[in-house]
């Protein structure tokens, strides 16, 4: 079972920028895509981007050149740099994290608790 633990989240005014990490951890295998979810209130819980091992990296509109997605060397630790903050970026954002075993062929996911990310005007 992968853990999976997010940390970054907090209040930042309107404009503002934050910066969220992933890691996840306890693989049986390697870890494959790695994507953030954004879920505000009331409302569904939806992907923001996400990243393969190789870099390639996808993103949902809305936060098309305000988000960054970036992976580190290790490949178990997920970033997403958010800037030009908008109060509708308010939500908790999750984390998930895809773990393939090539010998069992089992793909499992795990999910972290989510961060509280707050954006006021």
């Known amino acids: 079972q992968v853990q999976v633990v997010e940390s970054g989240g907090g209040l930042v005014q309107a404009g503002g920028s934050l910066r969220l990490s992933c890691a996840a951890s306890g693989s049986i295998g390697r870890i494959n895509v790695m994507g953030w979810y954004h879920q505000a209130p009331g409302k569904q819980r939806e992907l923001v981007a996400e990243?393969?091992?190789?870099?390639?990296?996808n993103y949902d509109d809305s936060v098309k050149g305000r988000f960054t997605i970036s992976r580190a060397s290790a490949k178990n630790t997920v970033y997403l740099q958010m800037n030009s903050l908008n109060p509708e970026d308010t939500g908790v954002y999750y984390c998930?994290?895809?773990?393939?075993?090539?010998?069992?062929?089992?793909?499992?996911?795990?999910w972290g608790q989510g961060t509280q990310v707050t954006v006021s005007s």
């Open positions: 998930k994290a895809e773990d393939f075993n090539p010998t069992l062929l089992r793909r499992a996911y795990g």
């Open positions: 990243i393969t091992p190789g870099g390639i990296t």
